[in-house]
């Protein structure tokens, strides 16, 4: 299985500010035949069930708000909200749905205001 | 705008079976267009993928939990179950239904989930 781990555990960030999620696959998820990163993000709230942010590593889900936006190739990705606003304090969760199942999740990064 | 709503006990016994099911309104199960699955959350946890079914019947799940899980489709009902045996205290999680997009033929991102439902495994 891909093994996807993502850092840090958390942080605490100021209003307003950048925060940046990393999040690293055990092997790539990078399609050749459609150069494509199978790669997704979501973000949770406390009782709430995981929300599709951004798939294929870069393309936002309708609706999302453009300041969060997704990067990275290969093995390496971050999730970046570019200016973090008081209903952005969530857990995110990078997920690989790269080839076969069983598809895999990152253990989740807690962001909250500083 | 799809919606998907699990229901099922909240509480078994170890050895027992779960059975969940995923009634989807907004949308059809019939679809050619997605895959249902189900995913679940032990607290404290990370996700954990169990399995998907497609409208045709066809089914993947995850080898860890393979020989203990059947998903099945219910078309005239609009619902799709989760079947999970053999239960134990590490079972104990919300569980999800969730869709999967066919893009292209590629799958395996969640765009829609049910609410979730705690299941908890204990005498």
């Known amino acids: 299985d891909i093994v996807m781990t993502q850092s840090p555990d958390s942080l605490a960030v100021s209003l307003g500010e950048r925060a940046t999620i990393n999040c690293k696959s055990s092997q790539s998820v990078l399609s050749r035949s459609n150069s494509k990163n199978y790669l997704t993000w979501y973000q949770q709230k406390p009782g709430q069930p995981p929300k599709l942010l951004i798939y294929w590593a870069s393309t936002r889900e309708s609706g999302v708000p453009d300041r969060f936006s997704g990067s990275g190739s290969g093995t390496d990705f971050t999730l970046t909200i570019s200016s973090l606003q008081a209903e952005d304090v969530a857990i995110y969760y990078c997920?690989?749905?790269?080839?076969?199942?069983?598809?895999?999740f990152g253990q989740g990064t807690k962001v909250e205001i500083k | 705008q799809v919606q998907l709503q699990e229901s099922g006990p909240g509480l078994v016994k170890p050895s027992e079976t779960l059975s969940l099911t995923c009634t989807v309104s907004g949308g059809s199960v019939s679809s050619g267009s997605y895959y249902w699955n189900w995913v679940r959350q032990p607290p404290g946890k990370r996700l954990e993928w169990i399995g998907f079914i497609y409208y045709s019947g066809n089914t993947n799940y995850n080898p860890s939990l393979k020989s203990r899980v059947t998903i099945s489709l219910d078309a005239s009902k609009n619902q799709f179950s989760l079947k999970l045996s053999s239960l134990t205290a590490a079972d104990t999680a919300v569980y999800y239904c969730?869709?999967?997009?066919?893009?292209?033929?590629?799958?395996?991102?969640?765009?829609?989930w049910g609410q979730g439902t705690l299941v908890t495994v204990s005498s």
């Open positions: 969730a869709r999967a997009p066919l893009s292209g033929s590629a799958l395996g991102y969640f765009d829609s």
């Open positions: 997920q690989q749905y790269y080839s076969n199942p069983p598809w895999t």
